[in-house]
């Protein structure tokens, strides 16, 4: 049985504006998340999101950190300034930071190591390319992309966050890996973990993104190493984003 609480994060990505965001978190509001949950604007909006899910009990979240100290870095935004602004959780090395904005296996480490000293929770993602999959390389690729954060951080100080698998193929694609195949690579991700600290690897929360949507939330979820998931295009309509955070396996 584990013992591990749900956790359910919306990434908004790049999308949203005063006008929408208000109307998202009157909803939200009005029918507080069923389970853990952290809410991650852009960077503009995070103040708005910290008064709006004040007294629900959700979490704000930054979408992404500088892996750098504060100082002379133009454009850049520091995890001690978000956690200054009162954001407690952070995504690092999302795909599309990967695959867009250059972001290697080592400068992932140093954001995730970053966000940890300054007292924030990472959301760690990891995840192989449909290339990669096709080519049998989704175990060795999560791996190495695991291990580059473990020479940084311990299991220990990474289970304060979570690690987010989110297959390339899947995200934003309609296309989510099945319940077994996400729980195959949450299994490998625990017991790499476990290797080096049993403990944290069973407190670890592993979450899974990739076109989670209502209606396949449940399934995914109640796969005994599925600990929630990383919702981005179904977090953007508050109710749909809820129904994910409440969702339960028939029987
Ligand atoms: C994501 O980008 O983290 C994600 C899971 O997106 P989507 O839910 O739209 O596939």
Redesign the pocket.
């Known amino acids: 049985m584990t013992l591990r609480a749900r956790l359910v994060a919306a ?1 908004w ?1 790049m999308n949203g504006s005063r006008v929408d965001n208000a109307r998202w978190l009157e909803a939200f509001r009005a029918q507080p998340a069923a389970c853990e949950a952290v809410v991650c604007p852009p960077y503009v909006y995070v103040e708005q999101v910290v008064s709006g899910l004040a007294g629900t009990g959700a979490f704000v979240g930054a979408q992404d950190l500088c892996d750098r100290a504060a100082g002379a870095w133009t454009g850049e935004v520091a995890g001690e300034m978000l956690r200054d602004a009162g954001v407690q959780w952070v ?1 690092v090395g ?3 930071r990967r695959a867009a904005f250059g972001e290697t296996d080592e400068i992932v480490a140093a954001k995730a190591e970053r966000a940890l000293d300054a007292g924030l929770r990472p959301i760690v ?1 990891v995840g192989e390319t449909l290339e990669q999959r096709s080519a049998g390389r989704t175990a060795s690729v999560i791996a190495a992309q695991l291990d580059a954060v473990l020479q940084r951080c311990t299991p220990a100080r990474l289970a304060a966050g979570a690690l ?1 698998y ?1 297959p390339v193929w ?4 309609g296309h989510s890996a099945t319940p077994q195949q996400a729980q195959d690579v949450h299994a490998a991700i625990r017991a790499q973990l476990a290797r080096h600290d049993p403990a944290a690897a069973g407190a670890m929360r592993l979450l899974y ?4 949507k209502p209606g396949n939330a449940a399934e995914l979820f109640a796969q005994p190493d599925i600990d929630g ?7 953007l309509v508050a109710a749909e984003f809820l129904a994910i955070c409440a969702a339960r396996a028939h029987g």
């Open positions: 990434n990505k995504i999302h795909s599309e993602c987010a989110e899947a995200i934003g694609t993104g990739g076109s989670v998931g990383l919702i981005g295009g179904a977090s």
